[in-house]
């Protein structure tokens, strides 16, 4: 596989594992917001998955990086980390909503 298309798969998959992170705490939200606690615990572990997979991904470029095999920086590069960026402030927001929920939950429960 050439050095580019190597290149491009990772970026690609620090956006769609980032989207998919996004997502699925907005999930996790939601079901919260329902009073489903197990889903939305379930949800913030699948998004925690999806940033572990990306997380490797941008692991491998800055190995290359700091190897001396400098990955060119394009739009959809600075792209690909803005979108991972976003899902892991996403995902940390969303854990706290979640925790919110719950507590709202059990002071209603009293």
Known sequence: ??????????????????????SSA???IYAAKKGDFDTADAKLKEADNFLVEAHN???????????GNH???????????DHLMNAITFRDLAGEIVD?????????AK
């Open 26 to 28: 907005f999930e996790a």
């Open 57 to 67: 991904s941008q692991t491998g470029m800055l190995t290359q990086e700091a190897q």
């Open 71 to 81: 990955v060119k920086v394009t739009l959809l590069t600075v792209h690909s980390q």
């Open 1 to 22: 596989m050439a050095e580019e298309e190597q290149d491009l798969q990772t970026i690609m998959g620090l956006i769609v594992n980032g989207g998919n992170a996004k």
């Open 100 to 108: 919110l929920y719950k507590r709202l939950d059990q002071q209603q």
